[in-house]
């Protein structure tokens, strides 16, 4: 495996989505920003959820099964990617947002 396979961006879309949907729930239900969600040790839940899901990620892999395998319904190989993009720059733009405003976004 390389970083130009498909494993890396799958494994980085996956985190992004989780830490993505994470964040905005925390932030919505306790009103923390990303970066006071950090600071409470949110960085032990971010290391242990990547080791989990990156394992798992990759064990399809290791089978031999391509990411295309069950792409023949709504929920497709493609739009895991598109979405994982999509995370990876919302989780970018939250951070950037609650940095200059200062504060959280909700």
Known sequence: MSFAGPAPERINGRLAMIGFVSA???????????FTQIGNGGYQWFLWTSILFSMASLVPFIKGVGPGAK????????AEVWNGRAAMIGLVALAATEFLKGGTLV
């Open 71 to 78: 792409s023949n319904s709504f929920w497709n190989a493609d």
């Open 24 to 34: 905005m729930a925390v932030e919505i239900t306790k009103g923390q920003d990303l």
